[in-house]
């Protein structure tokens, strides 16, 4: 017996001195350990110079004090005109990694801001592994819950109310950020009631991060070096979906075994936007096109040849800059 407990103890011993190895690692900047414990670098992954010449005006916002999450605001410094449609840029990483003051985020806004002529709000939310999906979702709805509030303030901020138009409101959202928008869209409904007298007149999905248990040919087929290649996306999905579920998941999947049919759900007018080499396009491609058969105002721009966020890696290039051209006739159409 007491050889036994010996032989044990000295096994849990020895288990207990081998040090913690890493089994997860997303883009450098996230660490998991086999002990559970989570390192995260607060340098990001994407460190380029940021582009702040002064045109653009910014600042962070609280929006949710219990979960210290906040938000940054932009505008621009001189406005073409009185009041300006409001933009939210929610940025993407998988749910795990990413945020509003990523420089490649900072410039994209001050881009949104410039060229669209808009209010840009762009903000953070929970991420994963330490807190999974729905929490991120459920911050999306938090952050423009936040806007009705300034909408109704007995005392305003005057930096936003000055210049914003709560009347015309585009949600918009990077890879997993278009996932949450996604989520919204539904949540809301058409005509975005439950914010007035704030109106979200659409949304922009910006390569959105979708899944499912069965693989598209462009998931099972996308080359190693792709940006976004499979072994990270599954990733992803394993450090985000809740514990014990799939990504045939409601909020992964849309169109999921379990997922409720959005053939009858109103939706606001969506413009789907993805590269033609994202290995998340046919999913993309699968959404506009399904949810345009059920009647649903659907626009669908794809860019041959373009990886997972061309926009914000190559914001000045070609495609980019035909992006934005699409997003701001976008806005004037459902304005």
Known sequence: MSGNAEGSTGAAAAAASVPPYEVDECRGVLRVYSDGSIVRSTKPSFDVP???DGSVLWKDVVFDATHGLQL???KPAAPASSKLPIFYYIHGGGFCIGSRTWPNCQNYCFQLASELQAVIVAPDYRLAPEVRLPAAIQDG???VKWLQAQAVAEEPDTWLTDVADFGRVFVSGDSAGGN???NLAVQLGAGSGELAPVRVRGYVLLAP?????????S???????AFLNWELIDRFWRLSIPIGKTTDHPLVNPFGPVSPSLETVQLDPILVVVGGSDLLKDRADDYAKKLKEWGKKIEYAEFEGKQHGFFTIYPN???SKELMIIIKRFITKNS
């Open 141 to 143: 709805y938090t952050a």
């Open 209 to 217: 991060f979708f899944g499912g248990t069965a693989l598209t040919r």
């Open 180 to 182: 949450i928008a996604h």
């Open 72 to 74: 940054r605001l932009y």
């Open 50 to 52: 940021v582009h702040d």
């Open 317 to 319: 290039s070609p495609e």
């Open 219 to 225: 998931e099972a087929e996308g080359p190693e070096e």
